[in-house]
């Protein structure tokens, strides 16, 4: 067995950070007219908002996989540590399981200046809220019709427009081209990830012509790109001008006030199988009441199965983007074997060389995702399993809490955002027959076309 690797950077940023005491909440709550999203007032989200907690001692796969099933998220993995998110409730459960816990800072929470509700706060406006992307989108569209088209697939649970953009020359004609799908946040607080989503529109339409690589692709490829899986959890994260470290979507759940799924661990392959996920509504990684009861996930699951045409899935690839700790993540997610039903060891191995290529381009960590913890029905597991699609998982930056955890300044948008465009080039160009990373274009890719 290989030995764990180390998700994240060293935890000694996380002391520093500790020290950088950050100010209280605002304690009086400014009330306002509640928007659907979002409880009563300001100070109870507050109360009710999950912390990221460090927690020492857990060292091995079984051991994260246990820390995973008391129901919070792990969001940083290191050698004998590991970053959770959680609930009153689930570290009290983490506690009982013999680990010690320290209390990282909350996000910052600035003033929340009125006309500024809804939005992000300071040092955070250049990320784009749900109408700010539909804006930039929508300017898009108008200024590049011949490469870049808007469909609407479905609507969210709060009925927010779910988007999917394609890029290829000749737009409006379905080609027979291979295709790859880019999908971002599916949880609510990886904010990063919608501007990944909209760099790619924007660097796409806007070198086309110019850079060799881009004109390829657009000429060559069907490019899908499905910037927000889950609106509503981002606009509720950001509605009150104070973060609320929401990950799920915002479906109620029968029976309790507890709201939502966790998307990524609703699809519909394995779902629930493997102690990779919740079956309380209350915690952060609760896996819905059946695959694919989310709204987000049946939209997007829907989309996935019109691309199979003729009984072909065109979709060869795909990178479902999240935050953070700079990984490079394959499937599968619900089990440790590398190989078994489903996965040959020529999987797994063109997996792995294309993981690894496109990590040594951005300098991520390349590993199977399990390597983290055990997940079930998470969607690059439901991609692979259900579609036979190469699907990645990045997690963007920062590689620890210490670079700002799921909310890093504005700043490093322009950076963190291109520093994956090789990876996403190499994925493209590699989609017309993924087995030729292991030198097996012969064997899979020929007689039928394009991979
Ligand atoms: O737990 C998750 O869903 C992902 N981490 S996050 O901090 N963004 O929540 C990791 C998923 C790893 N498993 C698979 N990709 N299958
Ligand atoms: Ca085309
Ligand atoms: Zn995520």
């Given at each position: 067995m290989r030995p764990p690797r180390i998700r994240g950077g060293r935890t000694t940023v996380l002391a520093a950070i500790l020290a950088l005491a950050l100010a209280a909440p605002l304690a009086a709550a400014q009330a306002q007219a509640s928007p659907p999203t979002s409880p009563t007032t300001r100070a109870e989200q507050s109360a009710d908002r999950p912390h990221q907690y460090e927690v020492t001692g857990p060292a091995t796969r079984a051991e994260r996989t246990a820390l995973a099933s008391t129901g919070a998220s792990v969001d940083e993995v290191h050698a004998r540590a590991a970053v959770i998110t959680a609930d009153g409730a689930q570290a009290a459960l983490v506690r009982q399981l013999g680990y010690s816990l320290r209390k990282l800072p909350d996000p910052p929470s600035p003033p929340a200046a009125s006309g500024r509700i809804k939005d992000f706060p300071d040092g955070y406006t250049n990320y784009h809220n749900y109408d700010e992307a539909t804006k930039e989108i929508d300017g898009l569209v108008a200024k590049h019709p011949d490469i870049l088209s808007k469909e609407v697939i479905g609507k969210s649970h709060e009925g927010r427009d779910i988007l999917a953009l394609k890029l290829s020359k000749n737009v409006t004609k379905d080609e027979n081209e291979p295709e790859v799908l880019f999908t971002a946040h599916q949880h609510a607080r990886e904010h990063l990830t919608v501007e990944m989503a909209l760099y790619l529109l924007n660097e796409f339409t806007s070198k086309y012509g110019s850079d060799d690589r881009i004109t390829k692709m657009l000429d060559s490829r069907e490019i899908w790109v499905i910037p927000d899986l889950n609106p509503d959890g981002g606009e509720y994260d950001i509605a009150t001008g104070e973060f609320q470290m929401w990950r799920k979507n915002r479906q109620p759940n029968a029976g309790t006030d507890e709201v939502g799924t966790d998307l990524n661990r609703n699809w519909d392959f394995k779902w629930g199988c493997c102690n990779g996920s919740s079956d309380d509504p209350a915690d952060e990684t609760y896996r819905g009441a059946s695959a694919a009861s989310a709204p987000e996930v049946q939209v997007v699951s829907k989309f996935v199965h019109s691309r199979n045409v003729g009984g072909k899935q065109q979709i060869k690839a795909a990178i479902d983007f999240h935050t953070y700790s700079e990984l490079v993540l394959w499937p599968?997610?619900?089990?440790?074997?590398?190989?078994?039903p489903g996965m040959t060891q020529d999987d797994h191995d063109t997996f792995a060389t294309i993981g690894k290529k496109m990590a040594a381009s951005n300098g991520y960590t390349p590993e199977q995702s399990s390597e983290l913890y055990i997940t079930d029905g998470a969607i690059d597991d439901w991609l692979w399993g259900d579609q036979k699609i190469f699907a990645y998982t990045f997690e963007m930056y920062?590689?620890?809490?210490?670079?700002?955890?799921?909310?890093?300044?504005?700043?490093v948008i322009p950076k963190e955002t291109s520093r994956n465009k090789d990876a996403v080039l190499q994925l493209l160009e590699t989609a017309d027959c993924p087995y030729r990373a292991i030198g097996k274009e012969d064997q899979y890719c020929k007689g039928n076309g394009k991979g």
């Open positions: 599968f997610g619900f089990t440790n074997d590398e190989t078994g920062p590689s620890s809490n210490g670079g700002g955890g799921f909310y890093p300044k504005d700043s």
